[in-house]
């Protein structure tokens, strides 16, 4: 920068440090206006108390922006977090140069200079938190579908050495592999020996989820545990036989309530069906 400019940078440094008080509290107004509803004023007003004298160190000569980058980066992760959009995340920073140009518009000339600089600063600082807001909402995605996905793939027991896993929804490749780990993992806690995939929640079964259901009951198979494959409706069994997909040896139902009486069956336990609707369970002697 130029001596004349120098000058022209030092006045919006003491101009900030000298109204550093009316500025910040029009900034505030300011940002509280543009966020509306979305986040609370208090919150808002001390994230942006601990960003102004970042921001006043920052533009000192020699000045380090490391602070500033970091509390800004704070500040759009926490507007993420409260739903407020990147746009208006941004609007609050730009919002920093209406309250400065408010003190400063009866001034000199050269002081005018000076905020034209300071004004492109705010813009690179305000594109630098729509970056950061896009990064850490992006975050909170992936997050928030890693626990959907661990909670859509659960493992029940059904019974003494019988564990059962309801499919719903589609069937991926990561998906599966998490059905997979959690699958493996439940028959190493309990030491069952048989377990039932339940797919009456999948929308349709094509090569792709045939070839991942495959691998699982593989995979269970290795670790020494029968799997039978439930929830075949009329539709699926159809598109099944037409594509040619072949289970094998593979034990398929066409209920979660059929599935359970074959392990059941397949594990020692008599089931006998008395007058009436009654189930009678008792397990055979050795």
Sequence with gaps: MTLHG???????????????????????????????????????????????????????????VSDLRGLLAELSRGQAREGVNPSDTATVVFSLKEAVYEIIEAADGATLRGYIWFSKFVDDLGLYTFETYVSAREKIIVDQAEQLLDLSTPVVKLWEGILAVPLVGTLDSARTQVVMEKLLEGLVETGAEHAVIDITGVPAVDTEVAQHLLKTVMAARLMGAECVISGIRPQIAQTIVALGIEFGDIVTKSSLADALAHTLRRSGVQITRTAGTRVVVGTERA
Excluded: F, M, N
Aim: aromatic residues 4%; proline residues 3%.
């Design 6 to 64: 120098d000058a022209d940078r030092l006045r919006i440094e003491v101009l900030l440090q000298e109204q550093s008080e009316p500025i910040l509290k029009r900034w505030i107004d300011l940002a509280s206006v543009t966020v509306g509803g979305h986040a609370d004023r208090a919150l808002l007003a001390g994230r942006l108390r601990e960003i102004y004298p970042a921001l006043c160190r920052s533009l000192e000569k020699d000045g380090d």
